[in-house]
């Protein structure tokens, strides 16, 4: 048997649900989180940190990027930092 963590998200990536468990197979494993999804939400699987499914649309770069310059300067920096 072998080590899966199953992510489930929301459509705005938050996650709802965190679970670590054994299964004999890939298949096994996803065949259980598509079994604990709800509509509307994706599911993720990973086994020893690579991911072996995912339902999830893929995100364009434009979707992420350009970082805000304001939520940077949000928080201190140390002592003789600047900006």
């Known amino acids: ?18 679970a670590n468990g054994y299964h004999l197979h890939d298949f096994d494993a996803v065949r259980t989180a598509q079994k604990i999804c709800r509509a509307g939400e ?3 699987i990973l086994r020893d940190d690579v991911c072996i499914y995912s339902d999830r649309p893929q995100r364009t770069i434009d979707q992420v990027w350009p970082i805000s310059r304001k939520t940077v300067t949000n928080f201190p920096l140390p002592t003789g930092a600047s900006h």
């Open 1 to 18: 048997m072998q080590d899966y963590e199953i992510r489930i998200s929301t459509q705005t990536g938050a996650v709802v649900l965190i």
């Open 42 to 44: 994706f599911a993720e």
